[in-house]
């Protein structure tokens, strides 16, 4: 049981940890290999209520893509929602992903031209996000939700079981589970 368990864990730790996107530097990642990044929108690029991106994003996406090829990966089914941030970052997109499944996370790569080796998968939900990624074989960043308040239940009850999952990891980081940086 321990051993499915710590399994089951490695698909759900992020390999790395930052409090927001703009924390990230391209430089270090370029240089440890990864040549793509596969973002979130919601609650990573921009809070789930914002119509669009704050400057410090856009300076960020415009410094990040001197150095690595980017795409937006989102669950969300509303072009009219992703379309005008990722105008106005400047980046290609795809819809209804249905994260975790990889077929979202596969058209992201090909958009790339890239393999899962060298693309990080940055966003804010462990269970769509990091184990999206992590099924993907792609390196994985967890940032902290941008929105403080979730609105729906469903969201926070996603939100608590996350809080446990990361809280479960830090005790069993000695078990084998990777660490979070």
């Given at each position: 049981m321990e051993?499915?368990?710590?399994?089951?864990?490695?698909?759900?730790?992020?390999?790395e940890t930052v409090r927001r996107v703009e924390d990230l530097d391209p430089e270090r990642l370029a240089a440890e290999g990864i040549a793509g990044l596969i973002l979130d929108l919601d609650d990573t690029l921009?809070?789930?209520?914002?119509?669009?991106?704050?400057?410090?994003?856009?300076?960020?996406?415009?410094?990040?893509?001197?150095?690595?090829?980017?795409?937006?990966?989102?669950?969300?089914?509303?072009?009219?929602?992703?379309?005008p941030v990722a105008r106005q970052l400047s980046l290609p997109f795809i819809l209804?992903?249905?994260?975790?499944?990889?077929?979202?996370?596969?058209?992201?790569?090909?958009?790339?031209?890239?393999?899962?080796?060298?693309v990080a998968v940055v966003g804010d939900q462990v269970f769509t996000d990091v184990l999206g990624g992590r099924r993907l074989g792609a390196r994985t960043i967890l940032v902290t939700p941008l929105s403080?308040?979730?609105?729906?239940?469903?969201?926070?009850?996603?939100?608590?079981?996350?809080?446990?999952?990361l809280s479960g990891v830090q005790r069993t980081r000695a078990g084998g589970v990777g660490p979070l940086r």
């Open positions: 051993k499915s368990r710590g399994s089951l864990l490695r698909h759900l730790v992020p390999d921009v809070c789930a209520a914002d119509p669009l991106a704050t400057d410090g994003v856009c300076e960020w996406i415009e410094s990040t893509r001197a150095h690595l090829k980017v795409v937006i990966l989102s669950n969300n089914h509303r072009r009219h929602r992703v379309a209804r992903a249905f994260k975790p499944l990889r077929s979202g996370f596969r058209r992201a790569l090909e958009l790339l031209e890239l393999p899962a080796e060298q403080a308040h979730e609105r729906r239940w469903a969201r926070r009850l996603m939100r608590r079981l996350e809080r446990t999952v």
